[in-house]
């Protein structure tokens, strides 16, 4: 079963730049890399998705080496309202195209 | 509509009752989703559609969870005998299609409280 790892938390201040890593050893060839963005009491929401190198939209970057073992989200110059949970997410090639989220990872902007 | 949206938004029940979550995807899409979410935790996967098949029920957490889909569009996800563990945020999400390209979008949950 493939597997996701994030680190469970990470804390930061205002105005810097947050970047979390995303480990998914057994990505499939056509899967993509999805990153979400969950407040509490709510649902989680799209951030951004990429394949492979690198991909930027208003919100974020995504960063994603050649072996596509991994993935890091880049958050620029973060502000308190980017306090929230991080999730990864990628197909599952030995679960007959099931989708699995990360654990997530806790991010806590500091004033 | 214009988003997934989910009823109740709060459930509480006794112990060894059944219960039923219904969620409405966004018109369209052919994907739906359940997730599970203890206080806390991440998103636990519980079961996904293809239309109004469900081809993998693994990810059900036993047999008292069940969920149906009827036209391609309703969702119900029935809670049978509950108990206290069963107590959490069930998510429902859709997407245009079960890809993995395919952003998925969120409803706003059912709190289940199991007493």
């Known amino acids: 079963l493939a597997k996701t790892t994030q680190p469970i938390s990470m804390d930061s201040y205002e105005g810097q730049e947050v970047n979390i890593t995303c480990s998914h050893n057994?990505?499939?060839?056509?899967?993509?890399i999805t990153w979400y963005q969950q407040f509490p009491s709510q649902g989680p929401r799209f951030i951004i998705q990429g394949y492979k190198t690198k991909v930027t939209n208003e919100v974020a970057s995504l960063f994603i080496p050649a072996d596509r073992k991994s993935s890091t989200l880049s958050l620029p110059r973060v502000s308190l309202s980017d306090t929230a949970v991080y999730y990864c997410?990628?197909?599952?090639?030995?679960?007959?195209?099931?989708?699995?989220f990360g654990s997530g990872t806790r991010l806590l902007v500091r004033p | 509509g214009a988003g997934v949206s989910q009823s109740p938004s709060n459930k509480v029940t006794e112990k060894g009752k059944d219960v039923e979550l219904r969620c409405d995807p966004i018109s369209g899409h052919t994907a739906l989703y359940w997730y599970r979410q203890s206080l806390g935790q991440g998103l636990e996967f519980l079961i996904y559609f293809q239309g109004n098949s469900a081809p993998d029920k693994s990810g059900l957490p036993s047999d008292r969870f069940s969920a149906e889909r009827t036209g391609g569009s309703v969702s119900t996800l029935t809670i049978q005998r509950t108990q206290q563990e069963d107590s959490a945020v069930y998510l429902c999400?859709?997407?245009?299609?079960?890809?993995?390209?395919?952003?998925?979008?969120f409803g706003p949950g059912t709190r289940l409280t199991v007493l």
């Open positions: 999400a859709s997407s245009l299609a079960y890809l993995s390209t395919d952003t998925q979008y």
């Open positions: 997410l990628v197909g599952d090639m030995d679960s007959s195209y099931k989708l699995i």
């Open positions: 057994n990505i499939a060839t056509n899967d993509y």
